[in-house]
């Protein structure tokens, strides 16, 4: 579900909206790690709850600077390649 979220937020149209997909992303993993805990799956469950609280929240803040830069590039490659058309 995270892997989910963090491959749309590579999308650079989604913008804004990538926040808030991310939170209830990062909200409904923590709850299914602790359910998973609770149920006898500690290690997975401590692993999901960690993901949830780490790894999510790095990547939505992360992931949509690193597209907003290879966007950047792609345009300014092509305001390059319009140049030296001319």
Do not use: Y
Not at 13 to 22: A, E, S
Not at 59 to 86: C, G, T, W, Y
Request: charged share 10%; hydrophobic share 60%; proline share 3%.
């Amino acid at each position: 579900m995270l892997l989910v979220g963090v491959a749309i937020a590579f999308v650079s149209v989604g913008g804004f909206i990538v926040w808030l997909l991310g939170v209830p992303l990062c909200f409904a993993a923590f709850a299914l790690g602790i359910l998973g805990a609770a149920k006898g799956k500690t290690l997975a469950g401590v692993l999901l709850i960690l993901a949830s609280m780490t790894a999510g929240p790095v990547a939505f803040a992360i992931v949509p600077m690193v597209s907003l830069q290879a966007k950047f590039q792609r345009d300014q490659l092509e305001r390059n390649e319009k140049l030296h058309h001319r």
